[in-house]
Nanobody, 124 residues
Framework: QVQLVESGGGLVQAGGSLRLSCAAS????????MGWFRRAPGKEREFVAA????????DYADSVKARFTISRDNAKNTVYLQMNSLKPEDTAVYYC?????????????????WGQGTQVTVSS
């Protein structure tokens, strides 16, 4: 099982940027897809972005397209989420997830390991 630790969350004003990082342990990192999900207060967990094992394929929720960018560095066992033009509705706990497959997926059941989450708060 892959161990995941997120970092980079915080408080930012609307229109600002944050970069989340997720450090993974385990030798399988470079062969699996990775993803980011979020859960806002009182809402269900929702898909944000995913990236294939090689980084060659990505998928985004419509709500974050053109604002967020997912990337990975397999040499560092790390996946990133660059968040630009942040909005108050982006406020949530963001979770990193390790995939059970090598392709990018937006489905929760395609992910087998989860981090503890990092809080992102966007003020208006």
């Amino acid at each position: 099982q892959v161990q995941l630790v997120e970092s980079g969350g915080g408080l930012v004003q609307a229109g600002g940027s944050l970069r989340l990082s997720c450090a993974a342990s385990g030798r399988t990192f470079s062969s699996i897809a990775m993803g980011w999900f979020r859960r806002a207060p009182g809402k269900e967990r929702e898909f944000v972005a995913a990236i294939s094992w090689s980084g060659g394929s990505t998928d985004y929720a419509d709500s974050v397209k053109a604002r967020f960018t997912i990337s990975r560095d397999n040499a560092k066992n790390t996946v990133y989420l660059q968040m630009n033009s942040l909005k108050p509705e982006d406020t949530a706990v963001y979770y990193c997830a390790a995939g059970l497959r090598d392709y990018a997926s937006s489905t929760v059941r395609d992910f087998g390991s989860w981090g503890q989450g990092t809080q992102v708060t966007v003020s208006s």
